[in-house]
């Protein structure tokens, strides 16, 4: 048993600054949500914003695309603050730049991180700060473990 | 004594603290830089993301089932909503029905997690005050839905519980009964506690008026659940956006009134939590009378699972509007997963709300709006 679908709302990048402002102001007070979908074939990345309004106990959903290889797009942080943090996640795990933020840094990865790990063609480096970011199998560091059987495999599969 | 303190105030001096990661009162790995000036915060700066473990990533790495166990690690002292968004947001997405009784077992072991989650917050921030009495006697608490939580699915913490479809497993013979003599015991706790820490003077000159935050300001930044609730919003996703059988079941939502100082302020804070513990008390005792009812049915495996769009799910976890956004691409992996956590926001109302605070109450501010490290940083 689940609510009726919000509706979805298409906006083009250099419109959303306003199109947020005039959404705010019809009452959709909370930013639930902001996710970024990297549509790696399509060259895009989908923002999708998901509002509430608490006066009227109905939600509305704003997708934006922006191309890959320049993602931009305006900050809202401005029109709701919960913004400020959501946007610098997204910046963070996609690379997405939101202009006239008041702070665009990384938030949970370090701040000297290479590349945007949440990108579908991210390939992680093989060192941080000169810590290996893998490690071999501990079971090859036995002296008994057969390299011939290869990968290990989950317990009862044969 | 606090005014001679204040009188040092205009030293005009800034100096920097450094608190965390690793700090007994910061609720797990977070790491907060503290300017002050003597007592007084300037500010205090959160940084985040020591506990970053890439869920939405690994989401995409795993089928849809095979990610169940990782929605534990979002929020690992109140696990079993993250379970319930989850599966609900694929079960949206893949258009799923769920059998009646999967739904009761759903609500049953997301309110007795709730209970456990709010005995954590509680007594940790009865604790974080000062008063280490509480905590003991409420973890005393905790260890015993623990133990009901084991015995329906045999973990203590990170339950897995929760199915695509349905959920793991049925009741145990003779759990129903344990769960209401629970209840039964836990009835008197609770007023215990109010006499013991709730109403303490103490505790109530070091909480009320504290970092009060108003209606519009906690909308503002996003805040959910009991944090929302406690600045006098009324709204809870349980009631509000009903999902599973929650319409089915009479509960009251517990709004702060500011009983004793502003609506808003820690106590509040404090307070919605202590009110929940009923709520989700009655919550149970009805699901257990009315699960008789359900046919035995508990879960409805789906035979391929391969959804294509998205679909948002929210649930009212224990920090509160947990919501999971996923996107699925026809693959049997999500080809998108995103989870937006209650402590996530109430972390980013700290450093404004922090402003003027004396050093000493930041631990609680941190502890009144209960965050959670892991549930910040994923």
């Not at chain 1, 074939?41 to 509430?52: G, P, S």
């Not at chain 1, 991210?122 to 990968?151: C, F, H, Q």
Request: proline share 5%.
């Amino acid at each position: 048993m689940t609510a009726a679908a919000d509706e979805v709302v298409r906006v083009r990048a250099d419109e959303w600054r306003a199109t947020a402002e005039r959404l705010r102001a019809e009452g959709f007070d909370f930013l639930q949500n902001l996710t970024a979908v990297d549509w790696i074939k399509d060259e895009r990345i989908e923002l999708v914003y998901h509002l509430w309004s608490y006066a009227r106990r109905a939600g509305c959903v704003v997708k934006i695309d922006v191309p890959r290889a320049q993602p931009e797009a305006p900050s809202v942080a401005s029109v709701w603050r919960a913004a400020d943090w959501y946007e610098r996640e997204q910046f963070d795990l996609l690379g997405v730049v939101f202009a006239g933020h008041p702070d665009l840094r990384r938030i949970l990865m370090p701040d000297d991180w290479p590349g945007h790990p949440m990108r579908k063609d991210y390939v992680e480096a093989t060192s941080y700060r000169g810590m290996p970011t893998t490690r071999a199998n501990t079971l090859e560091l036995l002296p008994i473990w057969d390299k011939s059987r290869g990968e290990t495999k989950p317990d009862g599969a044969k | 004594m606090g005014e001679l303190i204040l009188a040092n105030e205009t030293t005009g001096e800034e100096m920097v603290l450094n608190m965390g990661p690793q700090h007994p009162s910061t609720h797990g790995v977070i790491r907060f830089v503290i300017k002050t000036d003597g007592e007084i915060m300037r500010e205090a700066v959160p940084d985040v993301g020591y506990l970053h473990r890439a869920i939405e990533h690994i989401a995409e790495k795993c089928t849809y089932e095979g990610f169940m166990p990782y929605t534990d690690r979002v929020d690992y002292v109140c696990a079993m909503p993250a379970n319930h968004a989850w599966a609900l947001a694929v079960e949206k997405l893949a258009g799923l029905e769920v059998p009646e009784r999967a739904e009761y077992l759903r609500v049953i072991t997301d309110e007795l997690n709730r209970i456990s989650s709010h005995c954590v917050a509680l007594g940790a921030m009865a604790m974080d005050i000062g008063a280490i009495t509480p905590f003991t006697y409420i973890l005393r608490e905790r260890e015993y839905v623990n133990e009901l939580l084991e015995m329906i699915c045999g973990a203590r913490l990170t339950y897995n519980y929760h199915r695509i479809g349905g959920v793991g497993w049925d009741m145990p013979a003779g759990w129903r009964d344990k769960v209401l003599a629970w209840c039964d015991h836990f009835a008197p706790v609770m007023d215990e506690f109010d006499r013991l820490i709730t109403n303490n003077a103490l505790f109530v000159a070091r909480l009320a008026n504290l970092a009060v935050i108003g209606a519009a300001e906690a909308i503002d930044f996003g805040l959910v659940g009991p944090n929302l609730r406690a600045s006098g919003v009324d709204f809870d996703v349980r009631r509000d956006v009903p999902y599973s059988i929650y319409p089915k079941l009479r509960f009251e939502v517990p709004v702060g009134r500011g009983i004793v100082g502003t609506v808003g302020d820690a106590w509040d804070r404090y307070w919605v939590r202590a009110q929940e513990w009923r709520q989700s008390v009655a919550m149970v005792r009805q699901c257990l009378e009315q699960i008789d009812a359900t046919e035995p049915e508990f879960w409805r495996a789906p035979k391929k699972l391969k959804p294509v769009g998205d679909a948002m799910a929210r649930v009212e976890a224990a920090r509160g509007d947990m919501s999971c956004y996923v996107v699925g691409d026809g693959g049997a992996n999500a080809y998108r997963a995103r989870f937006r956590t209650g402590s996530f926001n109430a972390m980013a109302i700290i450093r404004e709300k922090s402003r003027g605070l004396m050093v000493a109450d930041l631990v609680a501010l941190i502890a009144s709006l209960d965050v959670v490290a892991p549930e910040i940083d994923r």
